[in-house]
């Protein structure tokens, strides 16, 4: 039983620290779609700090698992648990899924955003620094090409971002 606490405790856990990495690529997103690239690198900050805490607790939820059980899914887990387990079990498995499922499609969705932002950047770059997608904020460019580079720089911070957003052992472990 205090396995199944332990794990449970962790799952939780792991759930919140998705959130936040959820939360932290919405964020990411409503930057790019607002034009404000020079809080971009804060943004991917903040996304790799939440990228790392999930990572972490993806660990200590795989090494709290592996002592209750060799190798298991969250579903194997669930269907040969005691007591009110299974249950709890198959919530913490529906939330998780969705979460993974919403943070692979934001992610996507940035990367795409950022692709096309480094497009229009490399086609033209007048437009990149003056019209869609140019600083929401009203505030005059001193420098086009600076603020061009540095927009072509958080752009490829997002993209390498969301290519290390890759999440193979707690996808196995929801299968």
Known sequence: MAGMEAVGTIL?????????????????????????????????REVERARNRAR?????????????RS????????ATAPGPWPAILRDHHDVLSRLVSEIEVVAHLNARLAREGLDLLA?????????????????????????RLARGAALDAVLGTAARLRMPDLIEFLR
């Not at 972490?56 to 209750?68: F, Q």
């Open 12 to 44: 939780e856990r792991e759930g919140d620290a998705l959130e936040v990495l959820l939360f932290k690529l919405i964020e990411t997103n409503l930057l790019i779609e607002a034009g404000e690239a020079r809080f971009l690198p804060r943004a991917t």
């Open 56 to 68: 972490e607790l993806d660990l200590l939820r795989a090494t709290t698992v592996a002592r209750t």
């Open 71 to 78: 190798t298991a899914t969250l579903r194997e887990l669930a």
């Open 123 to 147: 086609h033209d770059p007048v437009r990149a620094t003056v019209g869609a997608g140019a600083p929401a904020s009203g505030r005059p460019i001193r420098n086009a090409e600076l603020d």
